[in-house]
C-alpha cells in the first residue's frame, strides 16, 4: 500500500485516518451517497472521536442502538445517520467474519485480479457495482493497489487523467473538477 496521503475530506485529522486505516476508508466510500463527498470521507472520522478511536472488531461488536447514536449524534455521520450505522457496523461484521477484520485482505487474499477483487467489493453490504468499481478505481489510482487488469474491471472510473469520482480527488481542485463533471452529467441524463 502506498503511503500517499489523501486529500478526500478535505480535513487533515479525517484524511489522515482514511489514509492509515483501510476499514475507515472503505466506510467513507460506504457513507459516500447521497451526501457530499467530503462529508462522507469525514464520518470515519466522526465515529473514531466518539469511540476514543476507530476499530473495527470494536464496531462489528458494539451494541447497535449504541452504535447508531454515534452515527446520529450531531454533527451526524451522514444525512441518514442512524441507517448509515447501521451500514457501517453490517461492513465491519461482513469483513470481520469473511476476512479476519483486515480489509486489505479484499485485495490480497490469494493473489486475485482486478475482476476478482471487484467481485470481493460487490459482494460487501452497502456495495453495488458503481460503488466497487469506484473503490477499485480509489485503490488503484491512489492507493498503489494495481493488480491486474484493475483499470479494465473498474470501467471508466478506471481511466487515466479523468476526474469523475472520488478515486480522483487529490486535493480542493480536483474535487471541484469531479463536482463540475457531475453536474454536466446529471445535466445530460436529464435531457437524454
Avoid at 451517497?33 to 476514543?52: I, N, V
Avoid at 457496523?89 to 477483487?117: I, S
Avoid at 480522483?168 to 471541484?176: G, H, K, M, P, Q
Amino acid at each position: 500500500m502506498v503511503s500517499r496521503k489523501l486529500c478526500l475530506a478535505q480535513d487533515p485529522e479525517a484524511d489522515k485516518l482514511l489514509s492509515t486505516d483501510n476499514f475507515a476508508l472503505l466506510t467513507g466510500m460506504l457513507l459516500d451517497q447521497q451526501f457530499p463527498m467530503e462529508h462522507a470521507f469525514r464520518g470515519p472520522q466522526k465515529l473514531a472521536d466518539r469511540m476514543g478511536g476507530f476499530d473495527i472488531r470494536r464496531i462489528a461488536e458494539a451494541d447497535p442502538e449504541e452504535f447508531e447514536e454515534l452515527g446520529a449524534t450531531p454533527p451526524a455521520i451522514h444525512r441518514y445517520g442512524r441507517s448509515m450505522a447501521r451500514r457501517v457496523q453490517d461492513l465491519a461484521r461482513f469483513v470481520v467474519e469473511n476476512y479476519d477484520g483486515k480489509v486489505e485482505n479484499l485485495w490480497t487474499e490469494g493473489d486475485p485480479d482486478g475482476k476478482e477483487v471487484l467481485k470481493r467489493l460487490k459482494a460487501l453490504p452497502g456495495f453495488g457495482d458503481q460503488k466497487a468499481r469506484i473503490f477499485l478505481a480509489l485503490l488503484g489510482k491512489q492507493r498503489g493497489v494495481q493488480l491486474a487488469g484493475w483499470r479494465e474491471a473498474a470501467g471508466a472510473y478506471g481511466d487515466e487523467g479523468s476526474h469523475r469520482s472520488v478515486a480522483d480527488v487529490t486535493d480542493a481542485e480536483s474535487l471541484s473538477q469531479v463536482r463540475e463533471f457531475k453536474k454536466q452529467a446529471k445535466a445530460a441524463a436529464k435531457k437524454g
